[in-house]
């Protein structure tokens, strides 16, 4: 018996451990570098798609709407996922409320080749693209007001990306 | 002597105004329609985490159970708490009804409600890996008793202290699996 409580607190200390990694990681913005990005493709484990479809840019047939001039917000979200619905209210809500920024949710049953490309694993991801509608980062999991913003003020701050000149 | 401050005249009005301002309206609320014509019936999300808590103690009992016949019974009556959640979604479970009965009308109303397809998934994950340990579990492989009710423990934990949504995690894997296999 006192193995048993051992194994049940072991249990448990590994689900606490498992659920604070996971409530840290989500919605935090994650930066992506061009030269991550291009190591990703050549590691994929998929046949090799044509380089033209691995661009880090996102073209407007793509999205359904013309990219945001400083950021654009494309949430990949499933329909079942209750985090994504909040994701969705927070992202809209950033977007009416700064110009230039454009929030888009996109469904991943009918966008699966985006989430190959972009190696989504989990919904809700968002990549977050800057003024030239390329990838800069993203986040995923339940983002809140305060990680979006972050993420908008960081978004500032890589190279190219939009700087007051 | 009887002092006349209640007046019996207006039977029509209900006291949801106390003087004390304790919930004075927000400032600003959220856009009209904010829910975007998303699917209408939404349940409390509370409830499936107090659901998940009450599957969490009965599965650590399992697990102190040890490998007994004791400890296979009581993962059988997990694994059908989990087939009525699964066939009737989480608010139609077991663990639902007990929400309802006992420990929603002590709450206050829900500030959002929560789609019940998440839940109910997450409710199939759970029949899955509880199921298998019962079935190898009866056919004499006793370490999955223990094995599946630890898996499980971990994931109803998840659920019920950090509101870890199983559904949202493994779904796109298994859409990606399954397309990949398809094509």
Redesign the interface.
């Known amino acids: 018996?006192p193995m048993?409580?051992e194994?049940?607190l072991a249990?448990?200390v590994?689900?606490?451990a498992?659920?604070?990694w996971?409530?840290w990681r989500n919605g935090r913005f994650t930066a992506v570098s061009e030269r991550v990005a291009a190591v990703a493709h050549e590691t994929d484990d998929?046949p090799a798609p044509p380089a033209s479809t691995v661009s880090p840019r996102l073209t407007p047939q793509e999205l359904g709407v013309e990219p945001g001039t400083r950021a654009t917000f494309v949430q990949l979200s499933?329909?079942?996922?209750?985090?994504?619905?909040?994701t969705?209210?927070v992202l809209?809500?950033l977007a009416?409320d700064h110009p230039g920024v454009v929030h888009v949710e996109l469904d991943?049953?009918q966008n699966?080749e985006l989430?190959?490309r972009f190696h989504?694993?989990?919904?809700?991801t968002v990549l977050v693209l800057g003024p030239d509608a390329t990838v800069r980062g993203r986040m995923s999991g339940a983002v809140s007001h305060h990680h979006a913003i972050a993420s908008l003020e960081s978004l500032g701050q890589c190279p190219g990306g939009a700087r007051a000149h | 002597m009887t002092d006349q401050t209640s007046t019996p005249g207006d039977d029509g009005r209900t006291p949801d105004a106390p003087t004390s301002d304790g919930r004075a309206p927000a400032a600003r609320t959220p856009a009209g329609g904010t829910a975007s014509g998303r699917s209408p019936g939404g349940i409390d999300p509370r409830g499936p985490r107090v659901g998940a808590a009450i599957t969490a103690v009965l599965l650590a009992v399992t697990l102190l159970l040890g490998t007994g016949g004791a400890a296979l019974a009581l993962l059988a009556v997990i694994a059908a708490l989990f087939l009525v959640g699964t066939v009737r979604g989480a608010q139609g479970s077991v663990q639902g009804r007990v929400f309802r009965a006992l420990v929603q009308p002590r709450l206050a109303p829900p500030t959002e409600l929560e789609d019940p397809r998440p839940p109910r998934f997450a409710q199939g994950v759970g029949l899955v890996i509880t199921g298998a340990g019962v079935l190898l579990g009866a056919a004499g492989v006793v370490a999955a008793i223990p094995t599946a009710a630890a898996l499980a423990l971990v994931a109803a934990f998840l659920n019920a202290v950090f509101g870890l949504c199983l559904g949202c995690e493994m779904y796109l894997l298994g859409l990606r699996l399954r397309s990949r296999s398809a094509g």
């Open positions: 018996m048993r409580i194994l049940l249990v448990l590994l689900a606490g498992l659920g604070w996971w409530s998929a499933s329909e079942v996922c209750a985090p994504c619905r909040r969705a209210v809209s809500a009416s991943v049953e699966l989430v190959r989504v694993l989990r919904t809700p």
